[in-house]
Every structure is written in structure tokens, then in C-alpha cells.
């Protein structure tokens, strides 16, 4: 079975343009996340999509958007970077089952997209 | 002061040691997994808990709510251990907030 996917491995922006990162999650798993983990700063939560819908964002601006698309693939968007968004960006999925945690169960992360922005 | 602490930041063992790396939260939670972070940057989820206790092999994680407090336990280290063991807790605002992860490294 094909775990998480994500594409391109790695891009390279100047400030101010437009990234555009994908993930693909496990077949049967409608939940896709999306973390950033930036230099020096951990990882920090970005987005989460469930069955097509935003369910949560965490502290990030509104220049970070997406969507999960009907087959359950996700885009992240980055408009107008900043060279602070420099950083390895990964997508996870889980299980459509809800468990104790009311749906946040055991995600399976892709290899993630190193985005460095000059 | 962060919502979620990890402590050690570091450490070193010796092949075989029994290891604790311990998470501590401030905030209440709905569940906290642990994470496993090789070097090459891959991902991979070890627990998810809400309470009590689990073991997977070598691994055994504990969670005591009251306390809010979680243990990530290895016994019988191996070199293929090292790693950096992240602690993440999914807040009650269904915010996911993340440790700053424990580096181990395990020496043959």
C-alpha cells in the first residue's frame, strides 16, 4: 500500500511569489494535516482538512491557504512569501474512524516538501 | 514559557540503557502522541494516548492526566534508536501544539 505522497520534494521561491505544495494521502483516509517545521522552531501546526472541509488552522497568517480536493488530495498555498517561510512542509493523514481523540488518530506522515525562498 | 516542554533536549546513552524522555503540558488536552523524527527528516507516529498506558515492542509510553505529564520509555537500546522523540498534545481548542523534541543518540 502507498503511504503519503507529497510533491514537489523539494522548491525553490523568490520573496513575493506564489508556492503551491501536494499532498496525497493513504487510500481510505479523508483527514490531511499540514505542519511546518522551520529552522530552529519545531514543527507547528498549519492546517487540517477532513472530508473536504478546514476543521482547524493553527497561528499562521491568511497568506497560508488550501484545500483538499474531492479524491482527498490537499494543496497547501504560500502567497507572498517571506524568507522566514523557509522551511520543510509535511502533510499527514489518518483514518476516517474517530477515536478517543474525536478523529486526531494515528497519522502517517509523507516525506515532506523543503520550500527555501531567496 | 511553551504549553508543551520536553525534557531531556539531549541525550546520550550507551547500547542497551533503559531510556525515559519525559513531556509535560500546560494546557488541557483531548490526547498527546509521541513522535519518532529520523535524521533524514521522515515522520513517524509511535503513540497516540489519552490515558493510561502503551507498549509497542521496546516501547512503552505512559500519560497521567492529572498530572499532565507523559513519559516515553525505550528498553534495551540500539543505536537504530537515535532519533529525535517529539511530544505533541492536541489541546481542548482542538489546537495541535508540539514539543520541542528530545535528540537521543544511542552509542554502540
Known amino acids: 500500500e502507498a503511504g503519503v505522497t507529497q510533491s514537489p520534494t523539494h522548491l525553490i521561491k523568490t520573496r513575493g511569489q506564489q508556492a503551491t505544495l501536494r499532498c496525497s494521502p493513504i487510500?481510505?483516509?479523508?483527514?490531511v494535516y499540514w505542519y511546518q517545521q522551520a529552522l530552529g522552531l519545531g514543527l507547528q501546526f498549519l492546517l487540517w482538512?477532513?472530508?473536504?472541509?478546514?476543521?482547524n488552522r493553527g497561528n499562521f497568517p491568511p497568506r497560508f491557504s488550501g484545500r483538499q480536493f474531492p479524491n482527498y488530495s490537499s494543496e497547501l498555498n504560500v502567497n507572498a512569501l517571506e524568507l522566514e517561510d523557509s522551511a520543510l512542509y509535511l502533510c499527514?493523514?489518518?483514518?476516517?474512524?474517530?477515536?478517543?481523540?474525536?478523529?486526531?488518530?494515528?497519522?502517517?506522515f509523507g516525506p515532506g516538501t523543503r520550500l527555501t525562498v531567496l | 514559557k511553551n504549553e508543551v516542554e520536553q525534557s531531556p533536549q539531549n541525550l546520550t546513552a550507551q547500547e542497551g540503557e533503559f531510556i525515559t524522555i519525559n513531556c509535560s503540558y500546560s494546557?488541557?488536552?483531548?490526547?498527546l502522541h509521541w513522535l519518532q523524527q529520523h535524521p533524514g527528516g521522515g515522520i513517524v507516529s509511535l503513540f497516540m494516548?489519552?490515558?493510561g498506558k502503551k507498549k509497542h515492542g521496546r516501547l512503552i509510553a505512559t500519560i497521567n492526566i492529572q498530572e499532565k505529564h507523559s513519559s516515553l520509555h525505550i528498553t534495551a537500546s540500539h543505536p537504530r534508536d537515535s532519533a529525535v522523540y517529539i511530544c505533541?498534545?492536541?489541546?481542548?481548542?482542538?489546537?495541535?501544539?508540539f514539543g520541542k523534541g528530545t535528540r537521543l543518540h544511542i552509542l554502540p
Open positions: 494546557v488541557g488536552i483531548s490526547a
Open positions: 494516548l489519552s490515558s
Open positions: 487510500s481510505g483516509h479523508t483527514s
Open positions: 482538512y477532513d472530508e473536504g472541509e478546514e476543521r
Open positions: 499527514a493523514s489518518s483514518s476516517p474512524f474517530p477515536g478517543l481523540a474525536g478523529g486526531w488518530d494515528e497519522q502517517f
Open positions: 505533541a498534545v492536541r489541546g481542548r481548542d482542538d489546537k495541535i501544539i
